[in-house]
């Protein structure tokens, strides 16, 4: 049984003709991680993770799963399986048949092949639906089926491309529950593709960010999140208010930026003049009175409020017209009311140029 791997991409480059789709990517993944490749479309993770099971090949760049260069191994023979986003079962083939096809064609002995498919079922709850028609089996149990026929041949590493775009968002939460299960059990090195990014919070270990070919951020959920590197970052992953300034002063690791919400404290560096651009996500914004520690920044008028379960969404402005965003505690806010708002203690980020 092969054991899960490390994953390193060293510059990983594709071009197509004067379009470079991935531009010198580099990341390393730890073994047993779970890491979610994350960006909206056109942005090259699709074509990263093709490299990855051999189905493109790179223009420039290695590939390394634990200490094997794979970058222009075929397909067939890298220690990868690949969950594509519509399956691609065979409908003329039973379960069991589907599952062990891949071992089949490698001329794994019948025995084995017994062995491993039923150990892969049960991994995904299917142990009772091995000679049910392809037909027969729900969306969710299809998929479940395309990931037990990637798992049977005990790859290093395992490739998934958006696998649950085609489910419902009950079922998606769902499985994205089942993934990160399996994964833990299998202790295997997970690379999923997806445009979603609460799917990406839900099940990643480490997230990599991309825009147009190139590593845009890279780091665990709570980070990429919470303390996002660029503007890029805090607008797509999730929701954030941008505040734009001038930087006033700077010393011992902590930047004054002057914008329209007052003269702000943020940690970093930048050269005193510079502009300077600082995020600030909606569960960090306080409404009323704040706390020993936070900033404040003026009122903000209230122009919607929704309540969200556990939460409100508050959206508004200030007298400059910056729009802001809020999740707090539910409470009643009427449309047209002007309420103080801070930021809570380390709540604001100073992002890259």
């Known amino acids: 049984m092969r054991g899960p791997a490390d994953l390193k991409l060293d510059r990983l480059t594709k071009r197509y003709d004067a379009v470079t789709a991935v531009d010198g990517v580099s990341f390393d993944v730890p073994a047993g991680t779970y890491v979610v490749l994350l960006g909206p479309s056109g942005s090259g993770k699709t074509t990263v993770l093709s490299m990855l099971g051999g189905f493109t090949l790179p223009s420039a760049g290695r590939i390394l799963v634990g200490a094997e ?8 023979k890298r220690p990868t399986a690949t969950v594509f986003q519509d399956y691609a079962l065979f409908p003329h083939l039973d379960v069991v048949r589907n599952v062990g096809f891949g071992l089949s064609v490698r001329g794994v002995p019948k025995h084995e092949i017994a062995q491993r498919v039923t150990a892969a079922l049960k991994l995904v709850g299917l142990e009772d639906f091995g000679t049910r028609a392809i037909s027969a089996m729900s969306g969710g149990q299809r998929q479940r089926i395309a990931l037990a026929r990637a798992l049977v041949t005990e790859p290093a590493l395992l490739l998934l491309d958006e696998p649950l775009g085609a489910l419902d ?15 833990r059990t299998q202790g295997r090195t997970f690379v999923h593709v997806t445009h979603d990014q609460e799917e990406a919070m839900a099940i990643a270990d480490l997230i990599v960010i991309m825009k147009q070919g190139r590593i845009e951020d890279i780091g665990p959920p709570s980070r990429v999140y919470e303390r996002p590197r660029t503007r890029f970052t805090a607008n797509f992953l999730g929701e954030s208010t941008v505040l734009q300034g001038t930087v006033a002063a700077c010393a011992d690791g902590r930047v004054a930026i002057d914008t329209v919400c007052g003269r702000l404290e943020v940690a970093g560096e ?11 996500r909606p569960e960090a914004l306080r409404i009323g009175g704040g706390t020993d520690g936070d900033q404040p920044l003026g009122e903000m008028r209230v122009e919607d409020c929704i309540f969200q379960g556990s939460f409100q969404r508050i959206s508004g402005s200030n007298i400059h017209g910056l729009r802001l965003l809020a999740k707090v505690e539910p409470q009643a806010l009427p ?3 002007c309420v103080p708002i801070s930021a809570r203690r380390g709540g604001l980020v100073l992002l890259e140029d």
């Open 69 to 76: 260069d794979i970058t222009l191994v075929p397909p067939a």
């Open 335 to 337: 449309a047209g009311e």
């Open 270 to 280: 930048r050269a005193v003049g510079s502009r300077a651009s600082i995020a600030l």
């Open 169 to 183: 968002l009950s079922l998606r939460r769902q499985m994205q529950e089942e993934l990160r299960r399996i994964q």
